[in-house]
């Protein structure tokens, strides 16, 4: 089935600091590519997205490519911020739905 | 622009009660979808609506509806709750297909 697995946290960085962290995907075809940010008691915002091969989603500093023949989408920044801090979410679109990983909780110390 | 809206923000129940949340899509948008997020784990897909229309639905128990109004807002509705459906309920709305924003969240406590 379509599934999402990114790397267990959390994951502690000292400010400026660079971030990698690390997701797979199951699924047939090429579906959509997402990071999601959930910061501590908030929703979750988009953050980044991919729909093809090749493509590199950016914003805020983060980016993310889609790499179809390793099934990866790993996040990267290359100096994080105290504000940084909170629950990434590796996601992919599939049958009209959002399919979200586990979650990794990212604390950024000054 | 406002963004996805939802109500209440907390709410508290006790096992056995019915509970209906809301949503408030974006302007524009004609798709909701609804997720449930138990603590430390990531959303769960409940249900996505499309112009009044139910077009997805996850596996989730048959005390669990929803319904799409004219003006694209919906409603979840949750009867006969158990413990284990405390979790923070998000929806989301879409104007292109596969990119959705999500609202703030309501938590639910069942007691």
């Known amino acids: 089935g379509n599934s999402v697995t990114q790397m267990e946290g959390p994951v502690t960085l000292s400010e400026e600091a660079f971030l990698t962290i690390n997701c797979t995907y199951t699924a047939t075809g090429y579906p959509s590519l997402f990071w999601y940010v959930q910061y501590p008691g908030e929703g979750l915002q988009l953050l980044l997205k991919?729909?093809?091969?090749?493509d590199k989603g950016s914003n805020k500093g983060f980016e993310a490519t889609y790499r179809k023949e390793t099934t990866s989408f790993h996040l990267e920044k290359g100096s994080v911020q105290v504000s940084d801090s909170a629950v990434y979410f590796c996601a992919l679109w599939r049958d009209d739905k959002i399919i979200f990983g586990k979650g990794t909780r990212l604390h950024i110390l000054p | 622009d406002a963004g996805v809206t939802q109500s209440p923000t907390h709410l508290i129940k006790t096992r056995g009660q019915h509970v209906t949340l809301r949503c408030s899509p974006i302007s524009g948008h004609k798709s909701v979808s609804w997720y449930q997020q138990v603590l430390g784990q990531g959303p769960q897909f409940i249900f996505q609506y499309y112009e009044k229309e139910e077009r997805g639905r996850g596996n989730f128990p048959d005390r669990f509806s929803a319904r799409q109004f004219p003006n694209y807002s919906s409603e979840l509705n949750v009867n006969a709750l158990l413990l284990g459906d405390s979790a923070l309920y998000l929806c989301a709305s879409s104007l292109v297909v596969d990119t959705q924003y999500f609202g703030p969240g309501t938590r639910l406590t069942v007691l």
């Open positions: 991919a729909t093809k091969a090749d």
